[in-house]
């Protein structure tokens, strides 16, 4: 059982990992050599999309631990965390496009990364909008968690054929072998904001949940109340 | 009985269920013949924009009509209670899935066939000496499609917008599908050396044998009760 204290230090957390993340973004933090104040766009689009990847790897594997042990908890975090991989996975791509108008010269272009990211997004779009249509909640936890596992499993293979279609993106400069090519300062910012992003991810699912539980709690009640 | 047998005896009661009315057949051919048509005005007219585009065509039909016949090979089991029959059957459920898996590939690779040579007519293109190779990139393009659309319909079926939600569900799951098949149908109809299209088939391996495994290891849970 996840108490509210710890709900509430994580929201508390949160809050003062965001405003130093701005802090960290827009002031301490030098402007880019070459791109200038819009290259502060990465310090909202980069932890989005590395903290929506790693909300629909918990997906996966909560999936997993549901169909091998039929326990509502790992399904409520499995449709929590996605929803909330959805959102932030939908802000990145929002972030990115703005970014990339003044740098890449275009709103959106068929790159692999961005292509790979779009389509995970509509993966699980659709898994919000079966669990939505499906009735009977034990049998939409069900088809959630299969298309939880396929849908994750599905995006080496995406990514690597968008990869060989065509590739734009700047290489990956956090998540890669070798040291990072960000420079210090910048590594700060983005760092403390991927941290606070971390934080809210987890403060937004530990919510989350609860509201699930309590939404059990009601039906529970309403059968108690009609029987 | 062998595990074999029984898929084969699920797929015989299916196909012969389709060959009495030809249901799904008839709705897919006559869609994908439409969408072939339609493809002429949607571009003007113009034969060489139409064959340059072709393979991306013929698999925008192809994905298309699947999802009609796709959608009603779980669909069909719900009317009489058959899924209670079917589950009755003393067969683990991967062969149901397997069984059901072997006629919508069969039915969408016949549609396949008689669509490849209207279009090389329609178009007056020529299909004819490319089959063998145009083969090879359709049979493993179709079992991922069918695959991933036979676990899908599992899921969609009996829902009230079950018709928008297996294309919404599947189209995005078998893009890097789509986009092999294409990629190694253009390499066969530009005649270019068929090694070009060799990474295309590798990758529709792969998926396939990904989607195949992950359905296999999922199924049961998704038809039990």
């Keep these: 059982m996840i108490g509210r204290g710890l709900e509430r230090a994580l929201g508390i957390l949160a809050v003062i990992g965001l405003v130093t993340g701005l802090y960290t973004g827009f002031l301490y933090a030098p402007p880019d050599a070459v791109q200038g104040e819009v290259q502060r766009i990465m310090y909202l689009h980069v932890p989005l999309i590395l903290v929506s990847y790693f909300a629909f790897f918990v997906v996966f594997v909560t999936s997993i631990l549901y169909l091998a042990r039929r326990c509502e908890r790992h399904d409520a975090i499995a449709h929590s965390s996605a929803e909330i991989g959805v959102l932030f996975t939908a802000l990145a791509i929002a972030a990115g496009s703005i970014w990339g108008r003044p740098t890449w010269g275009t709103w959106w272009t068929w790159d692999a990364r961005l292509t790979t990211t779009t389509i995970l997004l509509l993966i699980f779009i659709g898994y919000l909008m079966l669990r939505a249509l499906v009735d009977d909640p034990s049998r939409g936890a069900t088809f959630g968690a299969v298309l939880g596992i396929i849908g994750f499993l599905d995006v080496p293979i995406i990514h690597m054929s968008v990869v060989w279609w065509r590739t734009l993106h700047q290489p990956a400069s956090v998540l890669r072998p070798g040291p990072s090519t960000v420079a210090p300062d910048m590594q700060v910012a983005l760092y403390t904001n991927l941290a606070a992003f971390v934080l809210l991810y987890g403060y937004f699912l530990v919510k989350r949940v609860r509201l699930e539980k309590a939404r059990w709690e009601l039906i529970r009640l309403r059968m108690e109340g009609a029987a | ?225």
């Design chain 2, 1 to 225: 009985m062998s595990f074999v047998r029984r898929v084969v005896a699920i797929a015989r009661k299916d196909l012969l269920a389709e060959w009495r009315d030809r249901e799904s057949f008839s709705a897919m051919f006559f869609f994908a013949f439409l969408v072939l048509f339609l493809f002429n005005f949607a571009l003007g007219g113009d034969q060489t924009l139409i064959r340059g585009a072709s393979s991306g065509l013929l698999w925008l039909a192809f994905t298309f009509t699947s999802v009609l016949g796709l959608a009603r090979s779980v669909q069909g089991e719900l009317e009489n209670d058959c899924l209670d029959g079917l589950l009755l059957y003393p067969a683990p459920r991967e062969a149901i899935y397997l069984g059901k898996l072997l006629v919508n590939f069969t039915v969408i690779l016949v549609v396949e066939l008689v669509i490849f040579p209207l279009f090389a007519v329609l178009y007056n293109m020529d299909l004819w000496s490319r089959l063998p190779k145009l083969l090879l990139i359709a049979v493993p393009g179709t079992i991922g499609f069918a695959a991933a659309g036979t676990l899908l319909s599992a899921m969609t079926a009996g829902l009230k917008a079950r018709d928008a939600m297996l294309p919404f569900l599947l189209f995005p799951l078998t893009i890097p599908l789509i986009l092999s098949a294409v990629k190694g149908t253009e390499v066969v109809l530009r005649g270019d050396p068929f090694e070009l299209a060799v990474p295309w088939l590798k990758l529709m391996v792969a998926f396939d044998t990904v989607i195949l495994v992950a359905s296999l290891l999922t199924f049961e849970y998704l038809v039990e009760e």
